[in-house]
């Protein structure tokens, strides 16, 4: 891996120096600010959506549950033959240096994993070698609002492509439906849309997992409904289990979420939202019971990973 060089030395001069909260990126073992990193326009990621990412947090600098994220991004690669030049050992390194780098303790990790350029065709063969970079920004926090009063969600018309199409487990730099089923959303003045399986049953949100608890059980769809394998999911998943409230994985149709007694959804930007209704359903419990428990656990863990040495 190319060292990289400081980062203030990196910039041309002293007016371009890093102004507080700026983003960061790194990029081939350099680290530089974001707003100078650049991309080829002949990169397949932008030219096909050909490459692969993961969004990660970091607390207090520690970044969150980094091995899970390098495993399902390396998986990811391996579904779509991209071979990258950085080991595990590397890509932990150049998180742990751009995290170092920020002039914020607490922010978003965006590793992003592109095909490369290559010629105007889109036969990978073309392209001998993948761009690897890593944003790292602060967080758009979901809008206090939102956490407060709930999140309305709509079903949207829009289905999540078939596995047969697109398997979920791949995290790829494709997203069209999921948004064009966010833009339904925005359409319909809701916060978020799920979308439906190929089967009408429910697979997730446009960037987050599905849950809804009924008679005190804690339901979620396995991956197989066509749900990325969401590592806040599984996370929630082993603190419900810690906690002693039951758990299934379990398909689930669009009228589970309408008559759950509580629904929220999960994700590495989002963490854990309170869903309030669904197709103006209101449910009778937002937040609920069990979601403020998860939330209070959730919070304890990431503020543990936050002192972890
Ligand atoms: C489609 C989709 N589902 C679920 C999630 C949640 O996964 P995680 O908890 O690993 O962030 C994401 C996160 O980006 C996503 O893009």
Same mark, same amino acid.
């Given at each position: 891996m190319r060292r990289q060089r400081p980062l203030d030395t990196a910039l041309d001069s002293p007016d371009q120096?890093?102004?507080?909260e700026q983003a960061?990126?790194?990029?081939?073992g350099e680290l530089m600010p974001a707003s100078r990193a650049r991309i080829s326009v002949f990169d397949h990621g932008l030219l096909y959506g *050909?490459?692969?990412f993961e969004g990660i947090r970091f607390y207090d600098g520690h970044p969150f549950r980094l091995q899970e994220h390098l495993q399902r991004l390396v998986l990811s690669t391996r579904a779509l033959a991209l071979r990258i030049l950085y080991d595990n050992h590397e890509l932990t390194e150049a998180v742990h240096d751009?995290?170092?780098?920020?002039?914020?303790?607490?922010?978003?990790?965006?590793?992003?994993?592109?095909?490369?350029?290559?010629?105007?065709?889109?036969?990978?063969?073309?392209?001998?070698r993948p761009e690897v970079f890593i944003i790292a920004d602060r967080l758009?926090?979901? *809008?206090?609002?939102v956490l407060e009063r709930g999140a309305r969600l709509i079903i949207a018309s829009t289905r999540r492509l078939p596995a047969d199409?697109? *398997?979920?487990?791949?995290?790829s730099l494709n997203y069209l439906n999921h948004i064009l089923a966010r833009i339904e959303a925005n359409h319909a003045g809701a916060d978020e849309a799920i979308l439906l399986n190929g089967a009408g049953r429910v697979a997730e949100g446009t960037a987050d997992n599905v849950f809804i608890v009924r008679h005190g059980v804690l339901l979620t769809p396995p991956p197989v409904e066509g749900a990325l394998a969401g590592i806040t999911r599984q996370v929630v998943l082993e603190l419900a289990q810690e906690a002693g409230i039951p758990v299934r994985e379990t398909p689930l149709a669009p009228y589970d979420l309408y008559t759950? *007694?509580?629904?929220?959804?999960?994700?590495?930007?989002?963490?854990?939202?309170?869903v309030a209704s669904i197709d103006g359903r209101a449910l009778p419990r937002c937040p609920g019971m069990l979601y403020r428990d998860l939330q209070q656990r959730f919070s304890a863990l990431v503020e543990l990973s936050g002192r972890a040495p």
């Open positions: 120096r890093r102004a507080p960061l990126c790194w990029m081939n *050909d490459g692969v751009i995290i170092a780098a920020c002039t914020f303790g607490s922010g978003y990790l965006r590793l992003v994993v592109t095909r490369g350029p290559g010629a105007l065709g889109l036969d990978p063969a073309s392209c001998p758009r926090l979901v *809008d206090e609002q199409g697109l *398997d979920p487990r791949i995290k759950a *007694d509580e629904c929220f959804l999960t994700g590495t930007a989002a963490e854990l939202i309170p």
